[in-house]
């Protein structure tokens, strides 16, 4: 079956305790969850970044309601491209506390697929490798106890 990812970042239009943040994924765990999209947002207090893949239609869903919040601003779509394989089919919608620099960094990495690496089933582009990294953990125990801590997955 061929999915769709999509990526984008985005600035809070005030800041979010976690009370918030857990209403927020509420919403939409059970919201992506009736589209068949899954995916991790990161939240490091000044800015979102979210990569959601799913069925094309289900994913445009998602992003038509997500673009329409008034919860954030400054909008940035960094990679919407079909994909063969899901990489968080897992998680309805996992949240992970990440460091600024770690954002910081994905929202500047290249997002297009440079070289197919399918037998060892790795992320495709220096983003997506980055993100899964952080999210299996390895990145957050090299940042350290306090950094990238999971909130809710």
């Known amino acids: 079956m061929n999915w769709l ?8 239009t005030r800041p979010m305790s976690a009370t918030d943040l857990g209403n927020l994924l509420l919403q939409a765990r059970m919201f992506n969850a009736s589209q068949g999209v899954s995916g991790v947002l990161l939240y490091d207090s000044e800015r979102f970044l979210q990569y ?14 997500v673009s329409a919040s008034p919860r954030h601003r400054e909008l940035h779509v ?13 998680w309805q919608m996992g949240c ?6 770690l954002l910081q960094r994905l929202a500047n990495e290249q997002w297009r697929i440079a070289q197919a690496v399918a ?3 790795q ?7 980055l993100l899964r990294q952080f999210a299996s953990g390895d990145q957050r125990e090299a940042l350290g106890k306090n950094s990238g801590s999971p909130l809710i997955l």
């Open 5 to 12: 990812a999509l990526a984008y970042s985005s600035v809070p």
């Open 119 to 121: 037998e060892r089933r």
């Open 52 to 65: 959601l893949e799913g069925p094309p239609d289900g994913v445009q869903r998602v992003w038509d309601r």
């Open 123 to 129: 992320p495709l582009s220096p983003a997506l490798a």
């Open 96 to 101: 992970l506390e990440a460091p600024a620099s």
């Open 78 to 90: 960094l990679w919407r491209e079909p994909i063969d394989t899901r990489l968080f089919a897992d």
